[in-house]
């Protein structure tokens, strides 16, 4: 596998925000979102064995292993990775921009996913493969990143527009006001979670944590 940096941290995201985990980042990503906080995964990186990292993986003290990215699913040996991790007693979440296939990846017992359904303001709009909304699991989640007013009324439209059975995240975009969010995640009587990144309000902008 392609590996751009790994590291112990907590998770600064999603519904596990707060629990240590290991990040494994993956190298390389198909999408290129305007507001990305990992261009430094787009090129570069080292080989490892999966073996190997299996093996290290599972040795470490945390319960959760991250495998992110990029795009981690671009990766031929992550199915391997998380079925393998998941059989030796981890969990995994895996942390996808939601335009590749993830079938093989909800059949995993152990697996939680973390899928982006990317707004306007990515530039990434349509790369959502939509069938994956149908494979979700309750326990998995989707997540939107609102930058201004046009990514909140697109979420809103999309959570109208289709069939949602696992968790839904609303994180404002990194520097937009969060309060702002919140009054109109009210104001529309959303039932979605409304989540500030953890890891960024503790260390900023810094990489590896
Ligand atoms: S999918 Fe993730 S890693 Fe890829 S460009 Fe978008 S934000 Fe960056």
Redesign the pocket.
């Known amino acids: 596998m392609l590996i751009t940096e790994k590291f112990h941290s907590i998770q600064g995201e999603g519904t596990l925000t707060g629990l240590p985990m290991y990040f494994i980042r993956t190298n390389l990503?198909n999408?290129?979102?305007s507001w990305?906080?990992?261009?430094y995964?787009f090129k570069g990186g080292i080989e490892e064995s999966v073996v190997d990292l299996i093996e290290e993986c599972s040795s470490t003290w945390e319960n959760w292993i991250c495998l992110t990215?990029?795009?981690p699913l671009l990766q031929k040996d992550s199915y391997e990775f998380v079925k393998s991790l998941t059989e030796k007693g981890k969990k995994v979440l895996i942390e996808t921009?939601g335009s590749l296939d993830i079938d093989k990846f909800v059949s995993v017992p152990g697996s939680l996913i973390d899928m982006?359904v990317k707004t306007p303001s990515?530039g990434?709009q349509k790369s959502l493969k939509k069938r994956n909304l149908l494979l979700l699991r309750n326990e998995d989640y989707i997540k939107f990143v609102i930058q201004d007013e046009t990514d909140f009324i697109y979420a809103i439209r999309f959570l109208k527009e289709n069939t949602i059975k696992c968790g839904v995240i609303i994180q404002p975009a990194w520097g937009k006001d969060p309060a702002w969010l919140v009054e109109r995640v009210l104001r529309e009587k959303l039932n979605v979670r409304v989540m500030l990144q953890l890891h960024k309000i503790i260390y900023g902008e810094r990489r590896g944590v």
């Open positions: 990503c999408l290129r979102c990305c906080d990992t261009t995964s990215g990029g795009e921009g982006d990515s990434e």
